[in-house]
């Protein structure tokens, strides 16, 4: 069975660098067998990927890119 590492790699993904948290907050917690990660936002490169309400300002194409984006960030928290 492929690692983590190995899985993001078949997939042509890397994981960013943790961006610090804006306010108090963890990125990521551990509780036994559960990870509880928050504040991730769909930023990428130090940049927001969209900002607005889905089907309004920001189109559903660009709502999965910020809702994947978001999920690398959360797996990137975790790791660290």
Do not use: H, W
Not at 32 to 57: I, N, R, S, W, Y
């Amino acid at each position: 069975m492929a690692t983590p590492e190995e899985k993001l790699a078949e997939l042509g993904l890397t994981l960013p660098e943790v961006v610090p948290p804006l306010a108090a907050y963890q990125p990521a917690v551990r509780n036994g067998d559960l990870v509880f990660t928050a504040g991730q936002l769909p930023a990428k490169d130090g940049q927001m990927l969209a900002t607005g309400k889905l089907g309004a300002e920001v189109s559903e194409e660009d709502g999965y890119a910020c809702a994947r984006q978001c999920a690398i960030n959360a797996l990137a928290a975790i790791k660290a």
